[in-house]
C-alpha cells in the first residue's frame, strides 16, 4: 500500500534492491530517496539525450538540404578559378583621358557599344553574322 497518493510502489529484484540499500547506507539516505534520485537523474539524462539527438537530425536534415547546392557552388567555384588562372596576365596600361571622350561620344552617337568597341585595338569584335543559309 503507498505511502501517500504522491507515491506509488514498484517491484525490483533483490539483487537490485540490496545494491541500493548498500549503496543507501554508504551515502547515510535511505533506499527510498537513492532510488528517487537515481531514477530521476537517469530519466533527465535520457530526455537531454533525446533532446540532443533531436536537435541533431534537425540540423543533419537541414545540411541534407543545402549541401547539394554548397558542392554546386564549389564546383562553379573551382571551374572559375581554373578560367582565371587560364587567362594571360595583362598589365595595365594608363589611357588619356581626352581618348576616353572620343569613346564616350562615339558611343552616344554611334551604334553603341559595338562601335565603341571597334575603335579600340585591344578588343577583336565579332562581326554579326548575316541570315545566309
Do not use: C, F, W
Not at 537490485?16 to 540499500?21: F, G, N, P, S, V
Not at 540532443?52 to 537530425?57: A, F, K, N
Not at 589611357?95 to 585591344?122: F, K, N, S, T, W
Request: charged share 25%; no cysteine.
Amino acid at each position: 500500500m503507498p505511502s501517500s497518493q504522491n507515491r506509488h510502489r514498484i517491484e525490483i529484484p533483490l539483487d537490485l534492491y540490496q545494491r541500493l540499500a548498500q549503496q543507501a547506507e554508504t551515502e547515510h539516505t535511505t533506499v527510498s530517496a537513492l532510488a528517487t534520485h537515481l531514477l530521476g537523474r537517469t530519466l533527465d539524462q535520457d530526455s537531454m539525450q533525446r533532446d540532443e539527438q533531436r536537435r541533431l537530425y534537425e540540423h543533419l536534415h537541414v545540411l541534407n538540404r543545402v549541401l547539394p547546392d554548397i558542392l554546386a557552388a564549389y564546383r562553379e567555384a573551382s571551374l572559375l578559378q581554373a578560367v582565371l588562372q587560364s587567362l594571360p596576365k595583362v598589365e595595365p596600361r594608363t589611357v588619356d583621358a581626352a581618348h576616353v571622350r572620343e569613346l564616350i561620344e562615339a558611343y552616344r552617337q554611334a551604334d553603341g557599344l559595338r562601335a565603341v568597341l571597334q575603335q579600340m585595338p585591344e578588343v577583336q569584335v565579332a562581326k554579326p553574322k548575316t541570315g545566309t543559309r
